[in-house]
């Protein structure tokens, strides 16, 4: 199992210059994230949650603020963190486990710990048998996985996924959230996931960060305070899916009240 990192990031501002005027982006977010959590952001479009990813995965160098992984200043990318992204980023011209070894380019391992390493982060994400096959004899659900399993293969920290299901349909992208939380549980990594999708957000997240944008700050998080793994038809699951919704509109939000029993419900129940 991988070692969980603890991520810490404390009053992070970042602005871009766009055509000679500047542009802010973020402004004062500060998260503490324990070591095998998973944090869910969710926040309208543009309001910086993949220029957040950006910085903390090390793509980006200019910030105010800080972002400590266990600590340690973040600096550059680094083998401790992997990403997936919302399209597959696979090369048409390897097969899976090049794809995936293409993740231990710098990690410095003797070729035959590469190559058991490859072949167990395929098995992780279900897809043993599927070594030689090329990105275009994949379904775009298949890609994904591969994604995941290249983004694994480092054993890293913390995995970051920006919108990695977005375009799947929604039964695949159900599986895939299931398979996810195995892995995450598995593997025990830190995780940060950005989603559009608010019951992916609940399904998957400790905690769901709420985004509201120009500049991109933290409105409110929520609690996700449910035993694992999450039944999406229950009302607690409706309870807290609405308390994020709600923070989307303009509308207070609607008190969601169990229903009562009728009374005399034995009687109603066979009346019939
Ligand atoms: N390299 C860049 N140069 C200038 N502006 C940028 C750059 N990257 C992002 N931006 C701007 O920063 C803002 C935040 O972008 P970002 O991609 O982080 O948003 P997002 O929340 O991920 O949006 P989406 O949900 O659509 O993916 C946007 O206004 C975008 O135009
Ligand atoms: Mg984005």
Same mark, same amino acid.
């Given at each position: 199992?991988?070692?969980?990192?603890?991520?810490?990031?404390? +009053?992070?501002?970042?602005?871009?210059?766009?055509k000679?005027?500047?542009?802010?982006v973020?402004?004062?977010?500060?998260?503490?994230?324990?070591?095998?959590?998973?944090?869910?952001?969710?926040?309208?479009?543009?309001?910086?949650?993949?220029?957040?990813?950006?910085?903390?995965?090390?793509?980006?160098?200019?910030? +105010?603020?800080?972002?400590?992984?266990?600590?340690?200043?973040?600096?550059?990318?680094?083998?401790?963190?992997?990403?997936?992204?919302?399209?597959?980023?696979?090369?048409?011209?390897?097969?899976?486990?090049?794809?995936?070894?293409?993740?231990?380019?710098?990690? =410095? @391992?003797?070729?035959?710990?590469?190559?058991r390493?490859?072949?167990?982060?395929?098995?992780?994400?279900?897809?043993?048998?599927?070594?030689?096959?090329?990105?275009?004899?994949?379904?775009?659900?298949?890609?994904?996985?591969?994604?995941?399993?290249?983004?694994?293969v480092?054993?890293?920290?913390?995995l970051?996924?920006?919108?990695?299901?977005?375009?799947?349909?929604?039964?695949?992208?159900?599986? @895939?959230?299931?398979?996810? +939380?195995?892995?995450?549980?598995?593997? =025990?990594?830190?995780?940060?996931?950005?989603?559009? *999708?608010?019951?992916?957000?609940?399904? @998957?997240? *400790?905690?769901?960060?709420?985004?509201?944008?120009?500049?991109?700050r933290?409105?409110?998080?929520?609690?996700?305070?449910?035993?694992?793994?999450?039944?999406? =038809?229950?009302?607690?699951?409706?309870?807290?899916? *609405?308390?994020?919704?709600?923070?989307?509109?303009?509308?207070?939000?609607?008190?969601?009240? +169990?229903?009562?029993?009728?009374?005399?419900?034995?009687?109603?129940?066979?009346?019939?």
């Amino acid at each position: 199992m991988a070692h969980a990192g603890t991520l810490e990031i404390r +009053q992070l501002s970042k602005q871009y210059r766009v055509k000679g005027s500047t542009l802010p982006v973020l402004d004062n977010i500060s998260l503490s994230i324990r070591p095998g959590e998973f944090i869910s952001i969710v926040g309208s479009s543009g309001c910086g949650k993949s220029t957040l990813l950006r910085l903390v995965i090390g793509l980006e160098n200019e910030y +105010q603020g800080e972002i400590l992984l266990d600590g340690k200043r973040i600096v550059g990318t680094s083998l401790e963190r992997g990403i997936v992204f919302q399209e597959h980023r696979l090369f048409p011209w390897l097969t899976v486990a090049q794809n995936v070894s293409l993740g231990l380019l710098n990690a =410095g @391992l003797p070729e035959a710990a590469k190559a058991r390493s490859v072949q167990e982060h395929i098995e992780l994400v279900g897809l043993k048998g599927f070594e030689s096959a090329y990105p275009y004899q994949l379904s775009g659900g298949m890609s994904q996985r591969v994604a995941i399993a290249r983004a694994l293969v480092n054993r890293p920290e913390v995995l970051l996924l920006d919108e990695p299901f977005g375009a799947l349909d929604a039964l695949t992208r159900n599986h @895939l959230q299931q398979e996810l +939380q195995r892995i995450w549980e598995q593997e =025990g990594i830190t995780a940060i996931l950005v989603t559009h *999708d608010v019951d992916e957000a609940v399904y @998957l997240g *400790d905690r769901v960060v709420i985004m509201e944008p120009r500049p991109g700050r933290i409105k409110r998080i929520v609690d996700v305070d449910l035993p694992r793994p999450r039944d999406r =038809g229950s009302f607690a699951f409706a309870g807290i899916k *609405d308390d994020v919704l709600a923070e989307f509109s303009d509308q207070p939000p609607a008190r969601l009240v +169990q229903p009562a029993p009728p009374s005399g419900f034995a009687d109603w129940q066979f009346s019939w």
